[in-house]
């Protein structure tokens, strides 16, 4: 055997075992030849057909009903789904709940025979509660109360039998914070009684004379009130009193709601403790300054209470210490934007008390543009307890240098106060700074006088002790304009020394005294009181400007820039020390650099033409000179004016 023996057999092919033609196949074949099967080729294609249609037809069926067992299965899971989310949404609901139920009273059958039937009766408790809590004004949220009435006070109208209506009011009864009041009045020998029941357990009985249930449920309503809402009945009293002139009955309301927060002293609840401290520190029967140790214990329950850091705020600007309410100003900005510090006031004052601080800030930094515009905000924020901010607004635009604006503000105000003599006090020291603005300096004197003389003795004890930081200092610098200076030194002496306002104007006064030593010792003092504030750098600048020390003057207006960066005056004055040192281009940038900040102010373009005119750019200074024409200016810088504008 060779080696390629293997190979050769390898190549031999095996035999193929003989196949059966597939009638199928044969059929196809016809089919496509254009000859029709026949015999049993054509039967079983056929029945093939056949087959696949029948086929075909339970396919589709089959496919049919699996898309109704869908739409089935959908259909049963969201009506699951929406019966579980009603469920929960009525369960949620149910636990959400809260306000005051007045369940039917009872009542003996010959009262109801007189038309005072039980509901009747529970809607006159209803009346005399819906009062008392509409007469009551604080800051307080609703839910930081135990009792919550804020989602209604409503009477319960029972409904017979098995009813959704009571299976929801169990409900909330369970999950809610709902309370409850149940009572019954009766008929005694001497009157009627009232007993008034809740459903923490409270009561209250009363007794009164024949034939007087209105009287009745408004004791009843009141004693109540008191019981299951001390802090608000306290805030009730205090605006009662409020509105009633000095005497005996505005004492007892005073003397009683201080009792009451004094009591809340003690609560176990930090948050009755807190907002009891509030309380007695915003009684128009506490000074301001006695308030500041008061908010400052409140502050140690909750240091991130937005309310209790304005009220410092404000307190502290009262008090005249500036740069305590520039802190604290900006602080409440700060707790503000924590979402959890917002739910710590109510909501009637979620949308202005961030404005009106972020205000006071813009106040004490000289942006007078900024606060001018949050402060309409606020105003136009549709929120109660707005009615002292078209005057916070109005000394916005005086600060801008538009003191004519008060014109329009005294009308609305006569207006709506027809019938009554004289204008507010807030109206007259805004027209005092009107003037001072513009350099009527009797006028503004007469109107700080007039106030002293007719308003200051009507202040409550709040007010009139607050007059020496804010109305004195003023007064005071009127006077020494007015060429008193005996006088302006005498009452300037009487104001505290921890006054920011007070210790400028003391520095002021001195200075027009020619009594230069005590002017830069009182200067000093005020800004080492105010060191983040820019006025007092300001004032020392323009006293040194009086000197003849423009270099000195142009580093204090430098430091008040940079304190007060959207304060327009210093920017003023500095491009008038560059004038006063020929630097023309110098003063026309800070010119405009000052019109950014404070675009309608008249002497501003006037001195603006001036520089531009020192340029030889005649043309432009017309300009300038015809945009004053148009805005406020004093007497005199009028007439230059005037003048200006009649050379060709």
């Given amino acids: 055997m060779t080696i390629d023996e293997p190979k050769a057999r390898s190549r031999r092919k095996k035999p193929v075992a003989p196949t059966t033609p597939d009638p199928v196949e044969i059929a196809m074949e016809a089919e496509a030849s254009g000859k029709a099967p026949t015999?049993?080729?054509?039967?079983?294609?056929?029945?093939?057909?056949?087959?696949?249609?029948?086929?075909?037809?339970?396919?589709?069926?089959?496919?049919?009903?699996?898309?109704?067992?869908?739409?089935?299965?959908?259909?049963?899971?969201?009506m699951v789904i929406s019966l579980v989310v009603a469920a929960g949404a009525v369960v949620w609901n149910a636990s959400r709940a809260s306000g005051l139920v007045i369940q039917p009273f009872t009542v003996p059958p010959e009262l109801v025979e007189g038309g005072l039937d039980s509901r009747a009766v529970a809607a006159l408790f209803q009346d005399e509660l819906i009062r008392l809590d509409a007469a009551t004004v604080s800051p307080r949220p609703a839910a930081s109360f135990r009792n919550d009435w804020s989602g209604a006070i409503?009477?319960?109208?029972?409904?017979?039998?098995?009813?959704?209506?009571?299976?929801?009011?169990?409900?909330?009864?369970?999950?809610?914070?709902?309370?409850?009041?149940?009572?019954?009045?009766?008929?005694?020998?001497?009157?009627?009684?009232?007993?008034?029941?809740?459903?923490?357990?409270?009561?209250?009985?009363?007794?009164?004379?024949?034939?007087?249930?209105?009287?009745?449920?408004?004791?009843?309503?009141?004693?109540f009130y008191e019981q299951t809402q001390p802090y608000r009945y306290s805030q009730y009293l205090r605006s009662i009193g409020q509105d009633l002139p000095e005497s005996p009955e505005q004492r007892a309301l005073y003397d009683r709601s201080r009792a009451i927060l004094t009591t809340l002293l003690d609560s176990r609840s930090q948050t009755e403790r807190l907002w009891a401290y509030n309380g007695l520190s915003v009684a128009r029967d506490t000074t301001t300054r006695d308030s500041i140790p008061i908010l400052e214990a409140a502050l140690e329950?909750?240091?991130?209470?937005?309310?209790?850091?304005?009220?410092?705020?404000?307190?502290?600007?009262?008090?005249?210490?500036?740069?305590?309410?520039?802190?604290?100003?900006?602080?409440?900005?700060?707790?503000?934007?924590?979402?959890?510090?917002?739910?710590?006031?109510?909501?009637?004052?979620?949308?202005?008390?961030?404005?009106?601080?972020?205000?006071?800030?813009?106040?004490?930094?000289?942006?007078?543009?900024?606060?001018?515009?949050?402060?309409?905000?606020?105003?136009?924020?549709?929120?109660?307890?707005?009615?002292?901010?078209?005057?916070?607004?109005?000394?916005?635009?005086?600060?801008?240098?538009?003191?004519?604006?008060?014109?329009?503000?005294?009308?609305?105000?006569?207006?709506?106060?027809?019938?009554?003599?004289?204008?507010?006090?807030?109206?007259?020291?805004?027209?005092?700074?009107?003037?001072?603005?513009?350099d009527q300096w009797p006028q503004a004197l007469a109107a700080l006088e007039a106030f002293e003389a007719e308003v200051a003795p009507t202040l409550d004890l709040r007010a009139r002790t607050d007059r020496m930081t804010f109305l004195w200092p003023q007064l005071a610098y009127a006077q020494a304009r007015n060429g008193d200076l005996a006088g302006a030194q005498a009452l300037i002496a009487t104001t505290p020394l921890d006054c920011y306002l007070c210790v400028r104007e003391r520095a002021r006064i001195a200075e027009l005294a020619g009594d230069r030593a005590a002017a830069d010792r009182w200067s000093a003092e005020a800004r080492r009181q105010g060191p983040s504030l820019p006025f007092a750098f300001a004032e020392r600048g323009q006293m040194l400007m009086a000197r003849g020390d423009v270099a000195g003057a142009i580093d204090f207006y430098e430091q008040a820039i940079e304190r007060g960066p959207r304060w327009a005056d210093p920017q003023k004055y500095w491009g008038d020390a560059l004038m006063a040192q020929s630097d023309e281009g110098g003063a026309i940038r800070k010119y405009r650099a000052a019109a950014d900040r404070a675009p309608r102010w008249g002497a501003l373009h006037l001195a603006w033409g001036r520089a531009l005119e020192a340029q030889g750019k005649r043309d432009q200074a017309r300009v300038k000179y015809s945009e004053a024409a148009r805005l406020d200016l004093s007497a005199a810088d009028r007439a230059e004016v005037v003048r200006r504008l009649a050379v060709p």
């Fill in 301 to 438: 329950i909750d240091p991130d209470h937005p309310l209790i850091r304005g009220n410092l705020a404000d307190f502290s600007l009262a008090l005249g210490h500036a740069e305590a309410a520039l802190g604290f100003s900006h602080s409440v900005a700060v707790s503000w934007s924590v979402p959890r510090n917002r739910p710590k006031v109510s909501e009637d004052r979620q949308q202005r008390l961030p404005l009106v601080y972020t205000a006071m800030a813009a106040v004490l930094e000289g942006d007078w543009l900024q606060a001018e515009e949050l402060y309409t905000r606020a105003l136009n924020s549709g929120q109660p307890g707005t009615a002292y901010l078209p005057d916070l607004r109005m000394a916005s635009l005086i600060a801008l240098h538009q003191p004519s604006a008060l014109s329009r503000r005294i009308q609305d105000e006569e207006l709506r106060s027809a019938g009554r003599p004289g204008p507010t006090g807030r109206l007259l020291a805004l027209q005092a700074e009107a003037a001072a603005s513009l």
């Fill in 154 to 223: 409503t009477v319960q109208v029972e409904a017979g039998g098995l009813s959704l209506t009571n299976a929801y009011t169990a409900l909330t009864r369970w999950l809610g914070k709902e309370s409850f009041i149940s009572g019954g009045l009766s008929r005694t020998t001497d009157g009627l009684e009232l007993v008034v029941r809740t459903s923490d357990g409270t009561a209250v009985t009363l007794r009164e004379g024949p034939d007087r249930p209105e009287d009745l449920m408004k004791q009843a309503a009141e004693q």
């Fill in 39 to 78: 015999g049993e080729a054509s039967a079983l294609l056929l029945r093939h057909s056949a087959l696949i249609d029948k086929q075909l037809v339970l396919a589709s069926n089959e496919i049919f009903r699996n898309r109704i067992r869908s739409i089935r299965d959908i259909a049963i899971s969201a």
